[in-house]
């Protein structure tokens, strides 16, 4: 049995079933809830109970005030609900509304997603989890780990595990670090989250995301969120790759095909590695001969979306790449009436 639970001031609602806690249910949700510890010690995710019934409360360590106590002060980590609620608890709207952290995290898994991409799973300890956004980046760093900013690539759903796809690089330290010398339970140090690439919840435009490469890593954790949302706004995912076997998570992609009413995915395969490869039609765009390969999978991918909807003007696209690669296919998209304040880049100081 679930409860209709409203959040003041947003006046964000989700549904709480009896069974799981009040936190568990918001992050469920997709909501940017503020907590920490998940386990009832730093009061982070206390909230005010505005109206209705709380049920089960489980034994916890923070200590209320006497004020907080008054006001009808609980902790969400450690609630349940016996019937609709009304509540106001603090809710991240921007990436300036989250605290950066320093947190001591453990190698939880390696797990090879390809030959050449490896998933790193981190986890952090019981009593300090983090606090982000979908879309942000963290940097890691660690004994014999050289630093590397690298994308989230895990729904914030879940502070306590985080993802990261890690591209094999010959004479890259980080990415041979990673792939040849890193063991399971070894500390790394997580410090962030940094960057605005995050979704806007608000719009309910049609959304575009184009990944390149490893570049799916932030916009996975867009489109995981964005189903917690339960949006109900079409969902394209074009993701440019050089070869089939580049498509690492294919199958997942698929997977939110079959599941999803209005979500496509579309594999842009090949082309940016041949320079003698032209642009047919787009002789005056910016920079075209100067490409990078990658610049050049992100320009045909762009292409193949303007192919796709030649009209951009109703859409939000996503697009997540170095920003020398992306001047030609920015150019692009606006010149198919894409307004420019609704095109979201993660312009990459950091390497994914």
Known sequence: MSHRVELLPSGNVFQAEVEETLLEAALRSGLNLKYNCNSGSCGDCQARLVSGELGQSRYHDYVFSREEKANNHFLMCRTHTAGDLVIEAVEARTAEDIPHHRITTTVARLNPLSETVMELQLRTPRSQTLWFLAGQY??????????RNKSIASCPCNGMVLQFHVQYVDGDPFAEYVFKQMKPREKVEVEGPYGQFILDEDSGRPCLFLACETGFAP???????????????PLRLYWAVPRPED???ANYCRSWQDALDDFQFIPVVGQGDNPDWTFSGLPDLTDIPSLSPRGRRLLHAGLRITGDYPDLSGYDVYVNGPDADLVALIELLVRHGLPPERLFVDRIAHID
């Open 247 to 249: 498509l690492y998570l």
């Open 219 to 233: 916009v996975k954790s867009l489109i995981e969120h964005a189903i917690s949302l339960e949006f109900d706004q």
């Open 138 to 147: 963290v940097t890691l760093s660690g004994e014999g780990l050289p630093a």
